[in-house]
């Protein structure tokens, strides 16, 4: 028996500071995907490659697993520097990909050719899960390509300082430009946790920047020509560059949001429980600690929020290192004592980080809650039996952080989200120096809920609420939402997404946790840049290798 | 063209708010069209037909339908309302508890719907309709096959339909900017 008590306050998990502050940890998408493919030993195979000496081509790669085939199909072509944009208005790539379900044939790569490299402006089908594009890590790319073409490995400080030859700037699924809804697929083991599809789209692409950059420097270089050295390979990612289109998922799909934070946070009480640290487990976590430490060590940022975090991270871990020194594991319930110190004696990135690193020694205890990850998102019913008093008493009690909220100044509502003409992306907006408020999309839910109360308010208590439903029809969205609460505490993000402080970052941050992402490098308040993947193995190496302790870098002696 | 599911949903859900549409309706619209599209109905057609018709006579599907499963009854008498395929998916969600089925009839169709989404209609064609007066939906005892709902991966939405509800859709977006393009994210 698990015990799944003192599970942590909502108000004290979903707030932006904290979420933007979380760390990716073992029911992270990427491990729970790496973890299954070497469970069910699937296998790997470059099927196609079809690419010229300048880059020019495509190639498929084949992920077999114990049901099912699946395929990256790659196409790569020879951009000019000059329309190389990383932006989602961008209408050219290096590379772009789909995962087809099965091998595709002769005519499906020709279907896909035609589609594939004009991403939103193609269509894709319902034998396609995922579509996703990357562009050249201009300066590394070219330095690998001049190096092996020599005979020669690249520079290991400078691969390990950028990180990778490739950055997706967006990876579709789920239905996105006709390729299959998630429903399609949702019944399949190996895409039960959540964004598998997307992850093994991307952990594909990862193997072929690699293979990409080797064909070049041999065509080349010829005999002089050598292959990028395995540890130095394991030290390339995939980058990814991530905006304001992420930041609205996690309001958008509260159930999900509420599943991912209560899977961890259930995690966090299981090891907090447990009435004794065995020694293993204990060595385990400091190893961990020290490798998180030469992580934060080696996290630059340039963004003005990210450097102070960061230098707050490496004290925390310095803080919790030398506390280690001193620290009785032999009292009772030793994981619990030390995240009770953490509480006052760590910030929130401290905190945060010691939460992964007290899940580490304990993949026994808690991989099995990587089942419980996704959730089926059916379309709410609104329950009216109510009446308007019981709203308001409903309201209260699961709302109070909402009605907290100060919302009368500007600067509480100086943003809102909107939908851009062009591109149809995400965006955000000055309220009140921007035209286009009146199209706001409904992500401020703290405003919504206020709206809601005042309206409630001006209406008898007795009232039906079927009947202040039929009267006020533009509250009717956030009755449905709210009433999703009672079984999803975890579903809001509580805090003021209209602020005029409000960083995005600290949305995608949390998403990007989720993912499997560290080291995150804001580039502005509402962009960053991640790694994905790296450290990881690469397809060929998972049979023979540890799939799942690549998280952080290594240190010596650990 | 084909298009998913999710596209569906998201594009009627769009219309119908670019259409002036609250939220709340808005996303019934999306869900009722997707799950028409999920049984083989022509969801997107219906949707875009309804946004078409200027006005709210009080005869919106969607918001009739919404009234009744807030009240937990439906008309005893037959009433009149656009597109009545609309309403069903929406019925059947509250009204097919308890081993009930909703069934609908209008101008000699009968519409059978399930909890599960499981939607038939003995005339597919009659069914579709987007006018139709002397509509009665009734929830009756039903005990349930156990048979297994087929959901369409891809369906096939006539371009004039998808343009239409595009159309609608372009007025929920807000047009571009240099201010906007600064918000947007990564520039390089």
Known sequence: ?558 | MIVSLGEVEAMVRKAARGAGWPWGHAEELGASARALCAAGFPGAALAAALLDAHGDDGTCPIRQSAHWCDTRQLPDASVTVRCPLLSVPLLATVFCSDNRVLQARWDGAMITADATGHTCADDPHRAATTGARGIKFTAVHHTPASQAVARAVGVEVQDANWHALDRHAQHSYVPASEQSRMGAGPTD
Request: charge should be negative; include cysteine; aromatic fraction near 8%.
């Open chain 1, 1 to 558: 028996m698990h015990s799944d008590t003192a599970l942590r306050d909502p108000n004290e998990v979903t707030h932006l500071a904290r979420l933007g502050s979380a760390h990716a940890h073992r029911l992270s998408f990427m491990r729970v995907l790496l973890r299954r493919l070497k469970r069910e030993n699937w296998r790997f195979s470059r099927h196609r490659f079809e690419i010229d000496a300048s880059g020019v081509g495509r190639a498929v790669y084949l992920a077999a697993g114990p049901e099912r085939t699946y395929a990256l199909v790659a196409f790569a072509h020879d951009l000019p520097d000059e329309l190389r944009s990383d932006r989602v208005i961008a209408e050219a790539w290096d590379t772009t990909f789909c995962l087809h379900d099965g091998v595709p044939t002769d005519a499906d790569l020709d279907r896909l050719a035609a589609n594939v490299p004009k991403q939103e402006a193609g269509r894709i089908s319902g034998r396609e899960l995922s579509l996703s594009r990357a562009n050249r890590s201009v300066r590394l790319f070219k330095t690998v390509i001049d190096a092996l073409s020599r005979g020669q490995q690249p520079d290991a400080d400078e691969l390990m300082r950028v990180g990778y030859l490739m950055r997706t700037t967006a990876v579709y699924g789920s239905g996105k430009f006709g390729a299959a809804d998630r429903d399609a697929i949702a019944g399949r083991a190996e895409f039960t946790s959540p964004f598998q599809v997307e992850l093994l789209n991307v952990y594909l692409i990862r193997a072929f920047t690699v293979d990409l950059v080797e064909h070049m420097a041999m065509a080349r270089g010829g005999d002089n020509a050598v292959a990028l050295d395995p540890a130095l390979r394991r030290t390339l990612g995939v980058g990814n560059s991530t905006g304001l289109g992420m930041a609205p998922f996690l309001v958008n799909h509260p159930r999900l949001t509420h599943a991912w934070l209560h899977a961890r946070e259930t995690a966090l009480a299981r090891v907090r429980a447990l009435p004794t640290a065995t020694q293993q487990g204990v060595e385990t976590f400091v190893q961990f600690l020290r490798r998180a430490q030469r992580n934060a060590d080696t996290w630059h940022s340039e963004h003005p929020v990210q450097q102070p975090k960061i230098a707050s991270l490496v004290a925390d871990l310095n803080r919790l290192s030398h506390h280690l020194d001193s620290f009785d594991w032999q009292i009772a319930q030793p994981w619990n004592a030390l995240w009770r110190w953490a509480e006052s004696a760590l910030g929130l990135e401290g905190q945060e980080q010691l939460l992964a690193l007290m899940l580490e020694p304990h993949g026994v205890l808690v991989d099995d809650l990587a089942d419980r990850l996704s959730t089926a998102e059916p379309f709410p019913a609104l329950d009216a039996r109510g009446t308007v008093g019981s709203l308001q008493a409903f309201l209260d009690t699961h709302y109070a952080w909402a009605l907290s909220i100060d919302h009368t100044s500007d600067t509480s509502r100086a943003r809102f989200w909107y939908v851009s003409e062009e591109k149809l992306e995400p965006r955000l907006g000055e309220r009140f120096d921007e035209p286009g408020a009146e199209r706001e999309q409904p992500l401020g839910i703290s405003w919504q809920i206020r709206q809601l109360a005042e309206a409630l308010a001006a209406c008898d208590p007795d009232l039906p609420l079927a009947d202040f439903l039929a009267r006020h029809p533009e509250h009717r969205h956030t009755v449905r939402r709210a009433q999703l609460a009672p079984q999803h505490p975890y579903m809001e993000v509580r805090d003021n997404l209209l602020d005029a402080t409000m960083l995005p970052i600290d949305l995608l941050r949390v998403k990007l946790a989720f993912f499997g992402a560290n080291r995150f490098d804001p580039r502005s308040d509402r962009w960053l840049r991640i790694t994905m993947f790296q450290h990881a193995p690469y397809p060929h190496e998972l049979q023979a290798g540890e799939a799942d302790d690549w998280c952080y870098p290594r240190v010596a002696n650990a």
